[in-house]
């Protein structure tokens, strides 16, 4: 079975991911940042890690691994006047060079793989245009053209790919669905009138990372309920 690295990993998408993957019998190396979490079984390791670390370590891994998910990442909705440009660079470090830093560390170990995969993750609200969203939208879009370049640059040997979800409920989005009103209310925004969940996302990230997504590379996928292509 397949090696994987899940970066962030302790709750939300990326746990459910993790599980998902072990059970099935893949080895997954998980990590961590505030808060560990058991692994559920022998398939499943997790190990601390922070992204934001001038220098970080992945010598937890094997010689060779088949697939990387970058899952770190952050909601924080507020009108563009009240955001300080430190935030853009906080925010962007984060999501994005956190991701070229986990990259450029297992690269060689992905080279060695047969079947390898790279999944990162946008949001909606990138090619949607959504109120409140600069700083979240800022990043992720540098992600899609990360997603593009480094699937041009890899072809063939490995493949890059990026989901865009809408909203997910996850403990990210907490503040967000914190009251059954705000639930309904997000979920009739959505064409088939539900939010996301965790299982759903991790759903189309273990097809990514599998054979049967073998010719899919530089793609943005939508995984949002319909909300960002349906308009009812």
Not at 60 to 75: A, E, W
Request: proline share 4%; aromatic share 6%; with cysteine.
């Amino acid at each position: 079975m397949a090696k994987y690295l899940v970066v962030g990993a302790s709750s939300g998408i990326g746990n459910a991911l993790a599980t998902q993957l072990s059970q099935i019998g893949h080895q997954v190396y998980a990590t961590y940042f505030k808060n560990e979490t058991v692994a559920a079984n022998a398939n499943l390791s997790f190990h601390p890690l922070n992204v934001l670390d001038e220098n970080i370590s992945l010598n937890f891994l094997p010689d060779t691994i088949n697939g990387i998910v970058y899952c770190p990442g952050s909601i924080n909705l507020k009108p563009f006047s009240r955001i300080k440009p430190e935030e853009f660079e906080n925010d962007y470090r984060l999501q994005v060079v956190g991701a070229v830093k986990v990259i450029q560390a297992a690269l060689p170990k992905l080279k060695d793989s047969d079947n390898a995969s790279i999944v990162l993750f946008s949001t909606v609200a990138v090619q949607s245009g959504l109120n409140f969203h600069s700083l979240v939208a800022a990043s992720k879009g540098a992600i899609e053209g990360l997603t593009r370049a480094l699937a041009a640059e890899f072809a063939p040997k490995i493949r890059v790919n990026c989901i865009a979800p809408s909203l997910i409920d996850t403990p990210l989005a907490a503040s967000l669905l914190n009251t059954d009103q705000k639930k309904e209310a997000n979920a009739l925004r959505h064409p088939l009138k539900r939010i996301g969940t965790a299982t759903d996302i991790a759903n189309m990230a273990q097809f990514l990372l599998s054979d049967k997504s073998g010719w899919i590379t530089g793609q943005i996928l939508h995984i949002d309920g319909g909300m960002g292509s349906i308009k009812l």
